[in-house]
C-alpha cells in the first residue's frame, strides 16, 4: 500500500504538469499572439522535462513495475491504473533521455519544414526530415525491445490490441468490398455540385447556428466552452473541463457544422467520463480507435441522417433564410452527403474517406516493412489515388504532403480514423436493435442517445480496452462488414436508386 | 561565475513555473468553464508548491546571498539580478513553509467568503477572516525581523522605497490642498449629468471603438491581444506577449473606452521593456506605483484630454451617431470629466479618487499601527467618507466592503494607486518642457509619446527603481503638489469657469 501511495503521489503530480502544459497549449493553439511562442516554447521545453524525469523516476518504476507484479491483490480500478501506467512507462523508459530530447527537437523542426515544404509543394526538402523521423521512430522501437513487426507496435501503440494483421483483414473488406461500390457510385453521381453547398454564409451567423447545435447535443457549457481556431479540435482535462473548436469557411458553411458535430462526438465522450475517474489515468477516452468512433458516430450516423435535418432543417431556413430559400430538405439531405473524388483527407466525404485511409496504411507498411525509397512516395502515392479514386494529384500538397502526421512522427495513427467510422458503424447496428433510433432523433431526445453511449462507453474512461469495449457493447468482435453494410445502405439509397 | 550560472539555472527554472501560472490564470479569468475551477485549484497547488521549492531552496540562497555580497564585482545588469532576486528571496525565506501553505489556503477562502459578504452585505461574516489575515500578515512580518514599523514593511513590499512618512507627506497635501477643492468643484458642478454618458452603446460597437483606439496608442498585436473579462485587468509573461481586458457595460460606454486606455498605459509599459531582460527577473514594470502611473498617464492625462478627442471624436460620432448627435466636443469634454461624490473607487472620476485612496490609507494604518477594533471599521469608513466626500454609504458593499485586496491579504497596495496618478502629473509636468505634447496629440502622434516614456521608463524594465528613475526623469524627488496643481488647473477650467 506504500507502493500505490508513492504511485498516486507521483501520478498526482505529474496530472499538475500535463494540466499547465495543457492550458499552455490550448492557449497557443487558439489566441496566443504570434510573437509570444518562441520564449514559451523554450520555457515548456523545461516543464515538459520535469515531467519527463518524473515520469521515468526511479521512484515511480519501483511503484509501477513492483504494482504489476502484485496487480492480481489490487481492486478492478487500481489495477487497471496500473497496467496502463504500465503501459505508459514502457514506452519510453528504455529510450535514452538524450535520444528523447534529441527526438523532440527533431518532430518540432521537422513539422517547420514540413509546412514550408507544403507551401511550396517541395517534397525534397521534407525528404529527409521524412527519413530521420522514420530512422528515429525504427531506432526507438529497437530500444524498447521490438525489432521485428515494428509497424505493429506503432499501430499498438495508437490502438491496443490492434495489429497488421487485424487491419489488413479490415483493408481487404475495404478494398474489395467498398472500392468497387464508391466507383459505382461516382459513375452514377449527378455532375453538377448544388450552388446552396458553396454560398456565402456568415461567420457571425454560422458561430449562432453552432451554439444552437452545441443545446442540441446537450453540451454542458458549466464544463466546457466553443472557441476558434485554424484546425478544429477537442481539448480537455479532465470531466469538468472539456473544450472545442471550430473554424468558420465562409464558403463552406458544412465544415463549420459537421466539425461541430465531430468535436461534439469527442468533447461528450470527455465530459460523460465518471467524475471519479478525474484523479486517476483513466480519466480519458480509452482509444484514437473508439474515440473517432463517437466523433463519426455524432457527426454522420446522426448529424449526416435525414431524420435529424427533419427536426432541424427548419431552423437551418430561419437562419440562412437567402442561401436555403429555394432548397428542399432531400435536396439539403444531399447536399451534406454529397459524394466526389478528392485530394485531400480532411475535406474527403464519409464515403470515399475510408480510401484516404486506406492509401496511408499501405504507404506506412511499405515504409515499416520494404523500406522503400523514399524518393518513390509521392509516385506511389499518386499511383494509389488513380488506383482508388481515380485521380491524380498534380502537386505534393494536393498528395503526400497534405497532411502534417508524419512530420510529427506519427505513423500508425492514421489507420485508426477508419477504424473508429468502423466502430461507429457497428455500434450503430447495436444501437438500432436497443433504442428507437430513429424516433429518438425525430424527437429531438439526442440527451437518450448520450445516456446509452454514456452506459454503454463514454462512463467507463479508460477502464475498458478498445476491443473489450467493443465486444460487450455488440456482442461481437470488431467485423469491418458493418461498416461497409452501413455506406452502401446509405449511399445506395441516395445515388443508387433508379 | 559558477554561482552566477546556479541562479541563472534556478531563475530560468522559476520562470517557466511563472509563465505556466500565468497562463492558467489568464484562462481561469478569461474564458475556463466554472465547473474546471476546483479541480485546477488543486493541480496548480502542486505547481505552485513545487514553484515556492525551488525559489526557497538551498542551492538558490547560496546562490543569491553568495552573489548579493560580492555583487560589486558584478556588471550593473547582473548586480541588478540579484538585488531583485534577494529582495524576493528576503521576503520568504524566513517564513515557515507551513504558514505560507496555511495563508494560501486562508487568502484562497477569504476571498470567497468576501464575496458571499459583499453580496449579502454582511460585514460580521467576513470580520473573523479578515482578523486572521491582519494576524497572519503581522506574525509573517515579524518572522522577516520587522516587529516594528509593520505597516511601513508593507508599504515598501508594494513600492519600494516608500514609507509612511513620505506617504503621510503626501496624502496631507491631499488633505489640507485638494480636499477643499474638490468640495468646491462638488457645490459649483452642474446637477444634472448629461444624459449620453448613460445612453445605450452595444458592445459589438464598443469593442470596435476599443480596437480603434489599440490602433491609436500603436499596441503591437503580434505581442498581445484584447479580451473580455469581468473585471479589466493587463497580463503579460514578457515583452512579446502582453495582453489586456476590458468589459463591456451596455449603459456606461465610457467604462469601456477609459479602461482600455488605461490598460493599453499598463501594456504599453511591458511591450516597450527591452526584450533582452525577458531572459532576466528584471523584465518588468519596476513598480506598482510607476507601472499604475503609466496607465493613469494615458488614460488621463492623454485619454481625458482636450487635445485627443478633437482628433477622435469625430471617428466616435461616426460610431454612435445616434447617441452623440447633439453633443458638442465641449459637451463631450465634460462628460468624459464629470466629477462626483460616488461610493465606489473603481468607478470614481479622477478628481475624487484620491480621496477614495485617502480613506483606505487612514484605515490601513489603523488597523497596523493602532490595533483598531475591527467592530469599529464600518463606522470609521462610513465617518470618513462623510468628512472627505460629504455623503455616507449606507450599506456595507457600497463601503468597507466594496474592494477585494484586504480580502486577498493586500495591505499596502491601495496607496500605489493614488501615487501613480501623482507621479504621472509630475511626469506630465516634465514631458510639455520637452515635448509639443499637445501638438503631438493633436497630430495622432501617440507614438513620439510612446518612445519618449519608453526611452526614459520602460525600456529599463525593473533596472531602475521607482523613486530613483521618477528623479532621473523630472530631476526632482517625487514632489505631490504637481498632482494637486494638474487637477486645479484641469478641474478648474472646467467647472469654476466663470
Redesign the interface.
Known sequence: MELFKTFKEIQ??Q???Q???N??S??SNT??????I???AE??S??SG?SFSLATSKAYQEAVYGLFKEKDQLNEQSRKEIERAKRGLDKIVKIPKDEYVEYAKLVNMSQRVWEDAKENDDFESFKPYLNKIIEAQKRMIRYRGHEENAYNVLLDDFEEGMSKELYDAFFDVIKTDLVPFVKEVLAKKPNEKPAFITDLYEEADQKRFVEYLMDVFNYD?????L?KSVHPFTWN??S??V?FTVRYLKNFVFSSIFAAIHELGHALYEQQIDEDL?TTNLNTGTSMGIHESQSRFYENVIGRSYPFWEVHYDKMKTMFPKQLENVSLDDFYKGINWVEESFIRVEADELTYPLHILIRYEIERMIFEDNIDLETLPEVWNNKMKAYLNIEPQKASDGILQDVHWSAGMFGYFPTYALGSAYAAQIYYTIIEELDFEKLIKENNIAAINNWLKAKIHHFGALKKPRELLKEITNEDFNPNYYVRYLKEKYAAIYLKE
Open positions: 498526482k503530480k496530472k499538475a504538469y494540466l499547465v502544459l492550458i499552455a490550448w492557449d489566441e496566443a499572439p504570434k510573437n509570444a518562441p520564449y514559451r520555457m515548456l523545461i516543464i520535469e457549457l458549466d464544463r466546457g466552452l472557441k482535462t479532465h469538468q473541463d473544450r478525474d
